[in-house]
């Protein structure tokens, strides 16, 4: 398969959609930009659009955590042919009104607390996403895939921390303005809240409040505590507050994040500050995303398509190659012909005698049989008791063929009846052979025979001069 280069993506913040830079010339430029609502009501219209966001399929949209539903099923089977038509009938059923729910979801095999299977299903919830994919495709701009922080946040920790995926965690991601809380289980995203903080006073209360009110329904989904708590904090001043306000100790997310990796800064998208790190879209087939079955049937047959292209090239050239072969073999006979008519106009001159001895050898030598075919025809011969052991053929001057071969027979009159046949066969196959009777066949004993055969095993040598 064809590399593919991510480098731009597409965000949702604050109503509006924008078109980011993630490539390391102008890594977090914003090359455009729409208010939501123009691009979903539509038509977009004719802008000068920057040539490279234009295309469907191309980039993933990054949309708000609250755009995406999760439900968890009991499922032991790991086959795609069985767990997503069960998924389209379970999504259908618990969202009559959404139409196009069972072609936008994705899901992942994760296990539930008594050692079960569950299946984590995860789908646009959310009516915009829909109309937003729609507008986009007519006019040409249609987002590969949809994906949210969260799920981004759950591919850097689960790198990052082995612990993150092994109970229950919470990823505190907090600027200035907003602090989104994402909730997980066993490394797997379950939900989010997002709290507009109030005054530099009061925002750690409200943090506080609103994570106390969440772990009522983190229990309730998971059946389980949360064990450790991940923060991310713009003020560096705010962890300590936190963590003294929750009574618990926090994780700092920044030194587990690889220092090679620079964020993207972008000022019209805050919330991507710190999680995307450079060239991260380079590479957005490992992103966890919600992509229509349409589009990722035909990814998924790309590379078989690319091999079949790979393969018809292949048996082209190779094609091409025996066309050229054969050409080249034609040529060769037919310089031989026209040599040949040459020397057959040289001697027009000659006198009868010597324009027919000279003749006489040009039809021996087009009858001379071929070393394959003698050999095949002299198996042939043989009777059905009887096995070629060795096989000498000299064509020059006289054709001659020497054969030696083993014979089974349980008496002198069985072998007498199969060197009978055999004498009846080659002059039937060969018929310009020099005669040939029984006379002329040595026979003894096979060497090495140790009577452990049905039959006595014989062996017989004859040479056979082909006129």
Not at 190 to 199: A, C, I, T
Not at 227 to 244: H, R, V
Request: with cysteine; hydrophobic share 40%; charged share 20%.
């Amino acid at each position: 398969m064809l590399r593919e280069k991510h480098t731009v993506l597409m965000a949702v913040h604050d109503e509006e959609l924008f078109w980011l830079s993630t490539d390391s010339a102008d890594q977090g430029r914003c090359l455009w930009r729409l208010p939501l609502e123009t691009v979903i009501e539509g038509p977009i219209g004719t802008p000068p659009f920057p040539e490279t966001i234009k295309g469907n399929n191309k980039f993933l949209c990054l949309v708000p955590d609250h755009w995406f539903g999760m439900e968890s099923y009991p499922f032991k089977s790991n086959k795609p042919n069985l767990i997503e038509p069960f998924l389209i009938r379970k999504l259908s059923a618990g969202h009559p009104n959404q139409h196009a729910i069972g072609q936008f979801f994705n899901y992942k095999k994760a296990p539930a607390n008594d050692g079960s299977d569950n299946l984590h299903v995860y789908y646009l919830n959310e009516d915009k996403a829909y109309r937003l994919n729609s507008a986009l495709r007519k006019a040409n701009l249609a987002p590969l895939g949809f994906t949210t922080p969260a799920f981004l946040w759950e591919e850097i920790l689960n790198k990052a921390s082995r612990d993150f995926g092994q109970a229950g965690s919470l990823l505190v991601h907090m600027d200035h303005h907003e602090c989104r809380l994402c909730f997980y289980f066993n490394g797997s995203y379950q939900f989010s809240r997002n709290v507009v903080l109030p005054g530099d006073a009061e925002k750690i209360g409200a943090i506080t409040y609103e994570i106390n009110q969440s772990l009522y329904l983190f229990s309730q989904k998971t059946r389980s505590e949360l064990k450790q708590i991940y923060l991310l904090a713009a003020d560096p001043t705010s962890g300590p507050a936190l963590s003294e306000a929750l009574g618990r100790d926090l994780i700092d997310c920044a030194p587990l994040i690889p220092e090679h990796q620079r964020d993207l800064v972008i000022p019209e998208v805050p919330f991507v500050s710190g999680l995307l790190p450079k060239g991260q879209f380079a590479r957005a087939a490992s992103v966890f995303s919600v992509i229509h079955r349409g589009v990722r049937r035909q990814r998924e047959w790309k590379p078989v398509q690319l091999t079949g292209i790979a393969v018809g090239l292949l048996l082209v050239l190779l094609l091409l190659g025996e066309a050229f072969i054969l050409d080249a073999k034609q040529g060769t006979a037919e310089d031989e012909r026209r040599q040949l008519q040459h020397q057959m106009r040289a001697s027009a001159g000659m006198v009868l005698a010597d324009y027919a001895q000279a003749l006489e050898q040009v039809m021996q030598r087009i009858d001379r049989p071929s070393c394959g075919d003698v050999a095949l025809l002299t198996m042939a011969s043989l009777p059905v008791n009887a096995r070629l052991k060795e096989l000498d053929l000299a064509l020059t001057p006289t054709p001659v063929i020497k054969v030696t071969a083993l014979v089974d027979a349980q008496d002198t009159d069985q072998l007498r009846a199969t060197l009978a046949q055999l004498i009846t066969n080659l002059k039937t196959t060969f018929t310009r052979m020099q005669p040939l009777s029984i006379s002329d066949i040595d026979v003894g004993p096979a060497p090495g025979d140790d009577h452990e055969g049905l039959l006595p095993r014989f062996t017989i040598a004859f040479q056979l001069e082909l006129a």
